[in-house]
């Protein structure tokens, strides 16, 4: 079975930091797509990152420059660098696998950026 887990979510200053994690079980993510999705209430779930393959990136653009969606295919691991959040980055973040059936979703971890 194909299981995704985000972790690394929690409540930040704006300004601050967070890096999230996305572990997977039953799939490589380095022979897959894989991307970063939030969603806030009332808004359809948004892309913020996506990776066709180390070094194939982009972005939404309220977040270029800021944050950054990396790999570490030896771990089996996705990430979500985020940086110089602002109280808008707040939403619950998503990992996804472009599987070749259908996409594997993570659970989601809750992003809080407030003073």
């Known amino acids: 079975q194909v299981q995704l887990v985000e972790s690394g979510g929690g409540l930040v200053l704006p300004g601050g930091s967070l890096r999230l994690s996305c572990s997977a079980s039953?799939?490589?993510?380095?022979?897959?797509?894989v991307a970063w999705y939030r969603q806030v209430p009332g808004r359809e779930r948004e892309l913020v990152a996506r990776s066709v393959s180390e070094g194939m990136t982009n972005y939404t653009d309220s977040v270029k420059g800021r944050f950054t969606i990396s790999r570490d295919n030896a771990k089996n691991m996705v990430y979500l660098q985020m940086n110089n959040l602002k109280t808008e980055d707040t939403a619950v973040y998503y990992c996804?696998?472009?599987?070749?059936?259908?996409?594997?979703w993570g659970q989601g971890t809750q992003v809080t950026v407030s003073s």
């Open positions: 039953g799939i490589r993510f380095s022979i897959y797509t």
């Open positions: 996804l696998a472009e599987g070749r059936i259908r996409p594997y």
